[in-house]
């Protein structure tokens, strides 16, 4: 009896856990999304007015809202929201991941003694970076309908101070006594590699030129010769040209800057990848030498003659060596991603592979899938998973999301999960962030770089640093060890005991205080919300 006692009571406790479950997925507070329709006002109405208000003007004529689509459209609405705390069980977070938020305004200006400076001073920055940003290609050019302008779209580019002939220029309209165009730029001047019989030419190698004649033909033959010249050189933006004729007007760009310049590798080899000529292996490394002993070992089982480069920020250091191992030195706790920086900088072949100190190869530790997919995708960047001694296997897959908030600053939204799977890999998604380790292509990852304020901790900062400049995938079948961290209080060495009080201290508020300046100030975030 007392047996059937107990697991009445083990399956009326699953039973309540299964239905606590299913309510909480029910509940207005579900982790599945952040609503984004309007709260405030109609805005979504104010939206597809401005939406409409871009094109020719109908205001007469009535419309009826779609809102399953609407609410999906960019909208200034961002909040700082978290979702409300329905249950209220031991590990609760574990079993039911709520979304928090963090105010980054509140928490990063609440403690400076000058906070309306400080908005100032980053709308300033602000809007130094996008008039440094921003150029003539970014602006909305809406096509006037039926016009008998003919132009390019887009795809028209001239290297600084050079010439090129407009392509698709033309004029289509019905015969009469004289057919005229003119052309108009900011940034550059106008003329004719050659010149066509009947037609008149006004204002060769200036800023603006009027091309005439009788014949429409001539002049679209004319056309076909038409040139610019860049004059005010700049590396990367872009001018605006004006094309007209009589009661049409039409505008289209053209790309000023230099061609990109290549960065190839020669690996020497044709044939299967030669992983050590393709990659190097970067780690940081502080007060664990024994780790980053094993760590080493692990690799020369599987690759021995890869280079290993270790950056070191240890205040009494020991030398780090062995075939094919370099080993730089960095100021006492200049911290993780200053490690990070340097240990990448360092790296001269096509691929970086990035792993913590305390990791172990394995023969799942397979570098050739990570460079084949690589090798055959757009991807900038991969990931892969790692084994802890439990078993348990993380991969920390992520989306990064970014909505508008105006003025104050925009919100992150940082959500477990990934985008779709990759075609052709199976066991590979497309995601925003990975997990700490992860192989990337070198010039790529050294574009994005590491922020060096963040010292002792740090990992998500850099993939958002990254959002909109590098492709990142996640491959969990490719795996590393950890090495345990399941230890016993007594057992630890005073190393261990040192490196925790550095990697984790709370006495000292400076590292989040740091962490709320990267988010508010340099993102120019106003909050951020993850599950």
């Known amino acids: 009896m007392p047996t059937i006692s107990k697991k009445l009571l083990v399956l009326i406790l699953v039973s309540g856990l299964l239905l606590l479950a299913i309510l909480h997925s029910w509940s207005p507070g579900s982790n599945s999304g952040v609503d984004i329709r309007p709260r405030q006002g109609n805005t979504l109405l104010e939206l597809l007015e401005n939406k409409s208000k871009e094109g020719v003007s109908h205001d007469d004529i009535p419309y009826h809202i779609k809102e399953d689509v609407a609410c999906r459209l960019a909208q200034i609405t961002c909040e700082c929201k978290a979702d409300k705390e329905t249950i209220r069980l031991p590990f609760s977070n574990l079993l039911f991941p709520r979304v928090w938020a963090h105010n980054l305004h509140l928490a990063f200006l609440g ?10 001073r980053r709308a300033q920055e602000y809007n130094s970076f996008q008039r440094r940003t921003l150029t003539s290609a970014d602006l909305l050019i809406v096509a006037e309908a039926n016009s008998p302008l003919q132009y390019p779209t887009q795809g028209v580019e001239v290297q600084p101070l050079k010439t090129i002939i407009i392509p698709g220029l033309g004029l289509r309209e019905k015969s009469r006594s004289s057919h005229m165009v003119r052309l108009t730029a900011t940034l550059g001047t106008f003329d004719v590699a ?3 019989d009947g037609v008149s030419i006004e204002g060769e190698g200036e800023k603006s030129v ?15 010769f038409v040139t610019y010249t860049n004059t005010v050189f700049h590396p990367r933006t872009a001018d605006t040209v004006q094309f007209a004729t009589d009661g049409h007007q039409s505008v289209f760009t053209i790309k000023v800057r230099h061609n990109t310049i290549p960065k190839l590798y020669n690996t020497g080899s044709n044939g299967d990848y030669n992983i050590s000529a393709l990659v190097t292996i970067a780690t940081k490394t502080f007060l664990r030498y024994d780790k980053l002993k094993d760590l080493i070992d692990s690799i020369r089982q599987y690759y ?3 280079t290993i ?5 240890n205040e009494h250091t020991s030398p780090v060596t062995g075939p094919h191992v370099e080993h730089y030195i960095m100021p006492f706790g200049k911290g993780w991603f200053a490690g990070r920086n340097l240990a990448v900088s360092q790296v001269s072949t096509k691929y970086v ?4 100190d305390d990791f172990i190869f394995t023969a799942s530790t397979k570098l050739e899938k990570m460079v084949d997919i690589l ?8 990931g892969g998973a790692v084994r802890e001694a439990t078993g348990f296997t993380a991969t920390f897959r992520h989306t990064i999301s970014v909505d508008e908030g105006g003025e104050e600053g925009n919100c992150l939204h940082i959500r477990k999960g990934y985008h779709h799977d990759i075609m052709g890999f199976p066991n590979c998604v497309v995601a ?7 192989m990337g292509r070198t010039e790529k990852v050294q574009q994005v770089g590491f922020d060096p304020r963040l010292a002792r901790r740090g990992h998500l900062e850099f993939f958002i640093d990254a959002l909109g400049s590098l492709h990142i995938g996640s491959c969990s079948d490719v795996i590393v060890g950890h090495a345990s961290k399941i230890k016993l209080p007594w057992s630890k060495t005073e190393s261990e005991k040192t490196y925790e009080r550095f990697r984790y201290s709370s006495s000292n508020d400076d590292d989040g205080k740091i962490h709320n300046e990267v988010f508010y100030f340099k993102n120019r975030f106003k909050c951020m919300t993850s599950n």
């Open 304 to 306: 021995p003659t890869i």
């Open 353 to 356: 592979l990035w792993v913590d």
């Open 210 to 224: 009027k091309l005439s004649s009788p014949l429409l033909s001539s002049l679209n033959r004319q056309l076909q």
């Open 111 to 120: 403690t400076d003694p000058d906070p309306e400076a400080v908005k100032s």
């Open 432 to 438: 925003d962030a990975v997990i700490n380790f992860f």
């Open 309 to 313: 480069v270790v950056a070191d920020d």
């Open 194 to 196: 050659a010149t066509v």
């Open 375 to 382: 090798e055959k995708t757009t991807l900038d960047l991969v």
